[in-house]
């Protein structure tokens, strides 16, 4: 009895003193494999594994995220030459045993029970080469039945910094941002925040509010992300000495994607408390819209290859775009409907405001040309004439073009507000009631 339990806790020992370096092995590998895929998912991105340095009950790895030349390039529109491209750099280490102690002691590390634990820190070159720590790191825990549990804590930073030769501050209140994932990597639960962010540079100064969001995501087998999320962004302002100030009140928003039947039903709720530019301020802005019934293989093969798409020959024009008909005649094959309820914006002069509504018929035969020609839709513009005046003053070409509208009937004035009312049905559009035949669809 003795000698079985001797040999038992002995086999027990090398399991939790082999566990580790097994544990550190696996953890390894997929931190490459992690490198691969961000490259694999994200082009214009480099992950690059600087060292990786493993040992038995924990590892080291220094590695950083590169934005690539072209990326770059494209967000500085094309100007100067970019001698550093912009890091973010990081140094990690990863705690693998052992197995019930995985990072017991280190601060920032739950005490719960894991297999793993990464804590990294992070540092971010700009392209002038200035080097900014991040205080704060973030940490992740991997548990017994593969879930993954990421933290990101970042502490508030204040830094002062040269921007083109001159001086420059920013002042950020950190962030914590908390996220779940499945064993699989299929499923994904987060929240958080965001803090605001205030940036000082000569005369500009820009003041970013605080980020809230939170949501739950499946992995669908088309290759997106299906579920809810939410949000609430506190605002953004913006001064110069010489240019337009331009700010914007708290922006919300719900989103909601799900499939069903290889079809994909979209709702969208987003709303702004006000938009102020020069002076001029607006009350609330509101979007609301449902779109049900896209096909769901459809939309997969857009997002993973857009360019199959929009570059049949090569320079994306309308013509190489439409003589996809396949593609398209798969996206509408299930009689698909986008419902605008509202895009609204409240303005001292009134409230502008569009509807809309198009049904596209179901077929699993019909081609393009028959779907279009079968279209039901409808819409509704109403836009106060006050403001309609204020536009032709700042753009006289767009006040021609809504006086030519007008004339035409296409724009009836109503109780000082222009209003036109469009509807399709088959081949027969009309506007405010004239019948308009659209012989391309005849």
Not at 27 to 48: C, D, I, K, S
Not at 131 to 153: D, E, Q
Request: hydrophobic content about 50%; aromatic content about 8%; cysteine-free.
């Amino acid at each position: 009895m003795k000698k079985t339990l001797f040999f038992t806790l002995l086999l027990l020992a090398v399991v939790l003193l082999l566990m580790p370096a097994a544990v550190g092995v696996s953890a390894e590998n997929q931190f490459r494999r992690l490198a691969a895929n961000v490259e694999e998912a994200a082009p214009g991105y480099r992950f690059v594994v600087d060292e990786y340095e493993r040992g038995w009950f924990s590892s080291r790895a220094r590695y950083h995220l590169e934005l690539g030349p072209q990326l770059v390039a494209e967000m500085l529109a094309g100007d100067g030459d970019i001698d550093q491209l912009p890091t973010f750099a990081s140094e990690a280490k990863i705690l693998h045993g052992p197995i019930f102690f995985a990072g017991f002691g280190e601060p920032g590390v739950s005490l719960l029970p894991a297999l793993a634990h990464s804590i990294d820190e992070v540092t971010v070159t700009g392209i002038d080469g200035e080097k900014i720590a991040i205080p704060g790191a973030i940490s992740t825990r991997l548990g017994f039945f593969g879930h993954h549990v990421n933290v990101i804590a970042f502490d508030a930073l204040t830094s002062s910094f040269d921007a083109g030769g001159q001086p420059a501050e920013i002042n950020w209140e950190g962030m914590h941002l908390e996220t779940h994932f499945n064993s699989s990597l299929d499923e994904v639960a987060f929240s958080g925040e965001i803090g605001a962010m205030g940036l000082v540079m000569n005369a500009i100064r820009v003041e970013i509010g605080t980020l809230q969001l939170g949501g739950e995501q499946q992995l669908t087998e088309f290759g997106f992300w299906s579920g809810d999320q939410s949000g609430r962004f506190a605002g953004f302002a913006m001064t110069t000495g010489d240019g337009p100030d331009f700010s914007m009140g708290q922006l919300s928003w719900s989103a909601t994607i799900s499939t069903d039947d290889r079809a994909v039903d979209q709702h969208v709720d987003l709303s702004v408390d006000f938009i102020e530019l020069e002076g001029w301020r607006s009350g609330t802005a509101r979007l609301l819209v449902t779109i049900d019934g896209l096909d769901a293989a459809a939309i997969g093969a857009l997002i993973e290859k857009p360019e199959r798409i929009f570059s049949a020959g090569g320079d994306g024009a309308v013509g190489d775009i439409f003589g996809r008909f396949a593609f398209f005649e798969q996206l509408l094959a299930h009689g698909p409907s986008v419902d605008l309820e509202e895009l609204s914006i409240v303005t001292p002069d009134g409230v502008l405001s569009v509807r809309a509504r198009i049904n596209v018929p179901e077929t699993a035969q019909g081609t393009l040309a028959e779907m279009l020609a079968n279209l039901d839709a409808s819409a509704n513009l109403q836009l106060p004439a006050a403001l309609a005046e204020l536009l032709a003053l700042h753009n006289p070409e767009a006040g021609a073009q809504l006086e030519g509208l007008v004339a035409a009937g296409l724009l009836l004035e109503k109780e000082g507000v222009l209003i036109m009312d469009v509807a399709l049905k088959g081949a027969l559009l009309t506007i405010n009631g004239q019948p308009m035949a659209l012989p391309f669809l005849l």
